[in-house]
């Protein structure tokens, strides 16, 4: 089984995947943690593709959490038997934001890079709310809610999300 898990900042993408992960016994690479060396660097194009890579090519069944489109992104989409695209509100997904740093505050996630504590600054909020919702990345994610139809399932919020849970006895 291939589970790729995208959508929104906050929306609950990582939590999700540790869920599933630990539920059907499949491997799970946060991209974040591809993304992000210690002390919040980011990875030069050449090692995250590589550790990608490596990835899909030791694993024959994965769960990969996250969007980085530079990161074999259509070949992890074309791979997975199901999408599931968190599709939630802004507001939402700061409001989960800021509870995620206020657990998390000067700790590093499990979903994140070593070396990374969580961290919340004007440019994350803004990002949160507006840049990573262009009318171009919301598009993008219509045309993967269309591509691939028959595989792509849309949780749009927490309801949603709880009964899908549930459905799959996830805690």
Request: glycine share 6%.
């Amino acid at each position: 089984m291939k589970i790729s898990i995208i959508g929104y900042s906050g929306s609950g993408k990582s939590t999700l995947a540790a869920a599933l992960a630990k539920r059907y016994a499949l491997p799970v690479l946060h991209l974040d943690r591809v993304q992000f060396a210690p002390g919040w660097v980011e990875r030069d194009a050449e090692t995250k593709l590589r550790m990608v890579r490596t990835f899909l090519d030791e694993n024959d069944d994965w769960i990969i959490d996250g969007n980085y489109t530079n990161l074999w992104y259509e070949e992890r989409l074309t791979a997975s038997d199901c999408i599931l695209f968190l599709d939630f509100g802004r507001w939402t997904c700061l409001y989960r934001v800021l509870a995620r740093f206020a657990r998390w505050h000067g700790r590093t996630r499990a979903s994140m890079g070593e070396g990374c504590p969580e961290k919340i600054d004007a440019e994350f909020i803004w990002w949160v709310l507006y840049q990573g919702r262009t009318q171009r990345k919301q598009q993008a994610f219509t045309q993967v809610a269309q591509r691939w139809a028959d595989k792509v399932v849309i949780l749009h919020n927490q309801r949603e999300l709880t009964d899908f849970y549930n459905k799959h006895n996830l805690t």
